[in-house]
């Protein structure tokens, strides 16, 4: 069996089934957008890292309300929500420069939703040969930038 030390992993996995607050909104209250990684606010949205990402850059962009789908939203929330992905996208793709991306919504846990509760859309910068022989040959993905020089980038020391 293949090992890979990730000891930033144990306070998410300790964690899981011990809270049924919603980790999106704790972070909004706590109102630390640096500490938490939010890097863009709009009226009724906010743009935050994936601190778990798929890829470098991997983004989530969320109304504040919580609601667990897009059709519990008003229409000026859902305007917001998409204007601010992208801008999110255009913000990823200035600072990183990616060939692409995948955007996304999992509605419901069947579906994927690691947060059912409170509806979120993933950004997820991709460029070519950015799946390499890591995870197909040792089931390991590499990340290539720390959460804190992305977010510098990103705000460029506005937060």
Known sequence: MDKLW????????????KTRKCVFCKILREK????????MRTR??????????????HALILPYRH?????KLGK??????IELLGSVQQRLGKAIKP??????????????AGFPGHVHIHI???WKGDVNFMPILTG????????????????????
């Open 44 to 57: 009724y949205s906010f743009a935050v890292l994936n601190i778990y990402p798929y890829n470098n850059g």
């Open 32 to 39: 630390k957008d640096r500490k938490n990684f939010i890097f």
């Open 67 to 71: 609601v667990n789908d897009l059709s």
């Open 124 to 126: 997820v910068p991709r």
């Open 6 to 17: 990730a000891p930033w992993r144990v306070g998410y996995i300790t964690q899981i089934g």
């Open 76 to 81: 000026e929330e859902t305007i917001d929500l």
């Open 140 to 159: 390991t993905k590499v990340i290539s930038q720390s959460l804190n020089a992305l977010y510098q980038k990103l705000t460029k020391g506005k937060s």
């Open 99 to 112: 060939g692409g991306f995948n955007i996304g919504l999992n509605i419901g846990r069947v579906a994927g």
